[in-house]
């Protein structure tokens, strides 16, 4: 995701007015509103999510004095689950901070953390999504070459190093189109939340996280609604799974990583029930091939794409043979994109 300012010696306008444009949307043409007018909920588009941010940072007491044009460009395809709001809300966040951060202001002392924190807080109280707090954290905090570890109920985290020679990270795009903020994403949170009330009848926990696998096992019959259980039980396996995967990336084991991402996926498709025909048909052709050592939805589900690790030598047979099979089975082509991890935000100046 990329900003420019409209000029390069005046970035911020002398007036309250705040004027979008995305370069992704052209036929959207700019979207003009006030520092006055910004109101949650409403139906806004694209523009809703930096919006949202500059609201956000209202909320916050990082009060925006003075308007700006701001022109938009992303290589992340919408509506593919790869978190392109998350990543708009985090770099809207960075232009405020740089644009209005002067020495000495609170708007200078907002952290890359509590960015993804407005973020998040935009995307529920605004534009009406109940997210967690994960893809603004990725996208605020990204460190190159390595995982994030991130305990979202106390927002401790570390860094977890991805060491991939020989092996590529390849996005498999479904192309089938989501809107979580349409699907049942918020469901899921508020069956989560009343399978974990049902446990809290007999157990003094404040999460389906803190509870083991054992934990669960011996009391699940506490929820009495049994597809709560079943996405209480997704919450709980794939949060020790998420520990596991921890201890496999830092002894270096990307085999058993890899592994522990098929099952994700399957908990996904069965328990919590996320995941959709398109990307199911990506993974299970992915663990086809040998050269293969694991593949999963990634994002909110519902559609979007799958994240897969590939050998080097098997990424030509990926791509062709998945791209086959799914064009056969589902009628339109996926795309596929190789990506690296990179780091968080940050600021590009042209030498002159």
């Known amino acids: ?22 370069a992704n949307f052209p036929n959207a043409g700019v979207t003009e509103t006030s520092l006055d007018e910004l109101v949650p909920l409403e139906k806004a588009g694209w523009a809703g999510y930096p919006k949202g941010v500059i609201w956000a940072f209202d909320q916050r007491g990082y009060t925006v004095e ?19 709001s998350a990543s708009l809300e985090v770099l809207t966040g960075f232009v405020l901070r740089s644009l209005f951060g002067e020495e000495g202001s609170r708007i200078a002392s907002v952290t890359n953390e509590e960015l993804a924190l407005i973020g ?10 109940h997210c967690g707090i994960m893809d ?23 860094y977890a190093p991805i060491e991939l020679d020989g092996m590529k990270l390849m996005i498999t795009n479904t192309n089938k189109k989501h809107s979580l903020v349409d699907s049942e994403y918020n ?15 007999k157990l003094p926990v404040k999460t389906l996280g803190d509870l083991s696998i054992g934990e669960f096992e011996a009391n699940k ?12 039980k997704h919450a709980v396996y794939e949060n020790q799974r998420t520990i596991r995967a921890v201890a496999a990336l830092k002894a270096g084991d990307i085999v ?20 959709c025909r398109e990307a199911d048909i990506l993974a299970e052709e992915a663990w086809k091939i040998p050269g293969v050592l694991g593949s999963r939805i990634t994002g909110g589900g519902f559609g979007g794409c799958t ?10 047979e990926f791509k062709e043979k998945i791209g086959a099979v799914y064009l056969k089975k589902v009628g339109y082509p996926a795309s596929f994109y190789m990506l690296q991890i990179g780091s968080g935000p940050r600021e590009f100046t042209k030498e002159k």
């Open 256 to 275: 058993t990583f890899g592994k522990l991402m098929n099952e994700s996926h399957v908990s996904l498709r069965d328990d919590y029930e996320t995941s």
């Open 1 to 22: 995701m990329f900003f420019r300012a409209r000029s390069v010696w005046e970035p911020k306008r002398n007036d309250r007015k705040v004027r979008l444009y995305s």
């Open 136 to 158: 603004q954290f990725a996208s605020a905090m990204g460190k190159e070459g390595n995982a994030i570890f991130l305990d979202t109920n106390t927002m401790q985290f570390e």
């Open 221 to 232: 019959l506490l929820i009495t609604d049994e597809v709560c259980r079943k996405r209480a």
């Open 307 to 316: 994240v897969s690790i590939v050998k080097d030598e098997a990424a030509d």
């Open 120 to 129: 998040q807080q935009s995307e529920n109280e605004y534009n009406g999504m």
């Open 66 to 84: 003075n308007g700006f044009d701001m022109v938009i460009y992303g290589d992340i395809p919408a509506g593919a689950g790869l978190s392109s």
């Open 187 to 201: 469901l899921r949170r508020e069956q989560c939340r009343r399978a974990l009330k049902d446990l809290q009848t």
